[in-house]
């Protein structure tokens, strides 16, 4: 069959799913994945496993766009405000799960130290594009989301520079560090994000410039797009994160642009996008092997809990030194836990960095994870949303009219 083929049944697969779930009470995200393992190869094989390594350009778009929204929301009038708890949260939330993990793995599970510290080092990554479905699906606003959203794109740069100093000493520790070089090994993340910050801030310049300028919002859609594309092409030509680059992007747009026209530009990529993000967590669902899960042992079961742990325990430590509101405390770990692409892609480079056991081991550990992750942080997210009084309506896409019905009329208003 035709590639196209395959899209269409995982984009229909995923509404059908979506609905489905949403009748349960369940986020839409969590129908995307589900429909995703029924008609994949876990399941009904609808989708070979094959077709799905040709279709790498939907995640890699999807991702772009999911960390260009998230940047959107740095706008340093908010970020006065929370900044300083934002950035204190980021660290505790970051160093719990890489703390627990490394205790657990090595006293309570007896494994090697190198195997330890890399699977600390991945723990601390954070899926963005989960959360930041959850947060739209609800239109959930307050304290929790608005220390959340910054602290997911900060999250993921600190995990880099972890993973690069716990991967430099892994190395050196096991007998595949004999000719690496451990300054090499620390530098290399350090010199991923500043590409990724400094073509993120010369892009959103760039576009944001154009953005003021033009009057034609029609075409804005495309100019974009456009830039945003080559944003995550650079990513690759210069090594950066297509993540971190296009959250940087987005960042520098949202404080060039006026407040109201960039609020009008968002909602028309928003427009764009429910589509994307449709095939693009289906298509995670399909690329999910169930049978990974019953394959890592109480490793890979004490990774999950234990993670888990780290992110709650961190977050409500670093709430309460930087003073923040009570259910900030009380629920932010719980919108933490999804994990996915980002710590896939460490997962890989631990497995070309570690001898073959150690890093075969980590790679299925962190497979294995994303499974359980996936299905049940959005549940969770959804819960502390609720819990902490921050879900406006339940709505999903086609609440999205109503939505820029507000913005236009603010808009005039203004």
Known sequence: MHILFYVGVIITSGLIMGKVASYFKLPHITGYLIGGVIIGPSILGLVPHVETSKMTIISEIALGFIAYSIGCEFNFNNLKRTGKSVVIITIFQAVGAVVLVDLAMIYIFKQPVPFSIILGAIATATAPGPILMIVKQYRAKGPVVDTLLPLVALDDALGIVIFGICAAVATALSSAGAHLSMTHMILMPLEEIFASIVIGIGLGVILGIIIKKMQEEELLIAIIVSVLFIGVGLSHRFHASPILL??????????????????????????????????????????????????????GAGYIVIRMIGKI????????????PKTVQKYLGFTLIPQAGVAIGLAMVAESTLPAPFGTRVRTIILAATVVYELIGPLMAKIAIFKAGEANQICGFKDEQDEHQEHETSYSNV
Do not use: Q, W
Request: proline share 5%; hydrophobic share 50%.
């Open 313 to 324: 325990a961190g977050s409500y430590i670093g709430g309460r030194i930087a003073n923040s």
């Open 246 to 299: 296009c959250m940087i992007l987005g960042g520098t747009v949202c404080n060039v642009v006026p407040h109201i026209k960039n609020i009008r530009v968002l909602h028309r990529v928003e427009s764009f996008t429910p589509p994307i993000y449709i095939a693009f967590f289906t298509l995670a669902g399909v690329e999910l092997d169930l049978v990974l899960v019953k394959d890592v042992g109480m490793v």
